[in-house]
């Protein structure tokens, strides 16, 4: 059984007992998450779309923690001008881990 949630923006295939990273969320470690912006299910070949979403779904979660992503090098160049600048970042993400898709 799996499921294709909308998470802060972004979609996810979800099945359970699953670990995500997904973009940056509220919460504490441990506290407990419901989205019920489900896409699709699929429950052995049984697939139910939703139009937009699948009415009465719902994923449930938990906050295993707040990390960072790798680092991005942003690097700019103007050929013949000297012009060359280097910036990097770390984006945040949450860690989460699917504990039950419904429907």
Do not use: C, W
Not at 35 to 53: R, S
Not at 55 to 73: N, T
């Amino acid at each position: 059984m799996y499921a294709i949630v909308d998470i802060a923006g972004k979609q996810f295939k979800v099945t359970q007992d699953q670990i995500i990273f997904a973009p940056k969320m509220e919460g504490e470690e441990g506290a407990s998450l419901d989205f019920d912006k489900v896409l699709l299910i699929d429950n052995d070949g049984n697939v139910e779309v939703g139009a937009p979403t699948v009415s009465g779904a719902k994923v449930s979660a938990k906050i295993i923690g707040h990390v960072k992503g790798d680092k991005v090098i942003v690097f700019k160049k103007k050929r013949r001008k000297g012009y060359k600048v280097k910036n990097g970042h770390r984006q945040q993400f949450t860690k989460i881990q699917i504990e039950g898709i419904s429907n």
